[in-house]
């Protein structure tokens, strides 16, 4: 199975864009967020020690990334690009992660901060997302690695976790999802968003995450 999260997205730099939302989905939207859906599936994701995966560590501009393939052109593309906007990037923006395996670029993700808005009330409090814009696995690299993408994805968590209270997102979220790329994310603890605030995603709060922390796998 491709395991794959997004599309590449041209020329787009890492900046936090408004994701405005009617008043009733921003409700729907909140309401999921203040549900407590920390659960076994999540602990034992976040209890991962990672031994699939190589050490992984931020994107740099001379990493070797053309030979990545995980069988999504528009994927492999990003993350070339990825490479190339490497210091056009804010500070904040947090970028591209990958697995470095025989000087290779074996395993990506990216990020990108965005902010719901009411669009109802645009002068309320913001409320600050992390979106996985992309996940992929070198297709070659990744056979007999079944236990990979999980370890990358506990990477992304542990990432999050690690920065100061006050920098983290209200939730981890991912859009445009497969089937199956999907029943992953849910595999792992994740909880679906609403379809009519947006279909085919899935979210993670910091609360479901702080929450499963102490929760027995």
């Known amino acids: 199975m ?8 041209p020329g787009a730099l890492q900046m936090r864009l408004d994701w405005r939302m009617g008043d009733l989905r921003w409700r729907i939207f909140q309401a999921a967020l203040a549900a407590d859906g920390a659960n076994p599936r999540l602990a034992a994701l ?3 020690d990672a031994s699939a995966l190589p050490p992984v560590r931020p994107l740099a501009a001379d990493d070797r990334v053309e030979t990545f393939d995980c069988g999504v052109a528009e994927l492999d593309a990003g993350l070339r690009r990825d490479a190339a906007e490497v210091g056009l990037v804010s500070e904040d923006a947090r970028g591209a992660w990958v697995a470095i395996d025989d ?7 990216a990020t990108r901060w965005r902010r719901l808005i009411n669009a109802a009330q645009p002068t309320a409090a913001e409320t600050p997302l992390l ?10 690299w990744r056979r007999g690695r079944p236990e990979a993408a999980a370890d990358l994805f506990a990477h992304l968590l542990h990432e999050v976790i690690s ?3 006050p920098r983290r997102p ?3 979220v991912a859009f445009a999802l497969t089937p199956a790329t999907r029943r992953c994310f849910l595999r792992w603890g994740a909880r679906p968003i609403a379809e009519m605030v947006n279909p085919r995603s899935i979210m993670m709060s910091m ?3 702080e929450r499963a922390r102490h929760v027995r796998p």
């Open 103 to 109: 000087g290779q670029v074996v395993a990506y993700y």
């Open 163 to 165: 920065w100061p209270a």
């Open 46 to 48: 976040l209890a991962r």
């Open 207 to 209: 609360a479901d995450i």
């Open 170 to 172: 209200a939730a981890i």
């Open 131 to 140: 979106l996985v814009r992309r996940l992929a696995l070198d297709r070659r």
């Open 2 to 9: 491709k395991l794959t999260v997004g599309a590449a997205q």
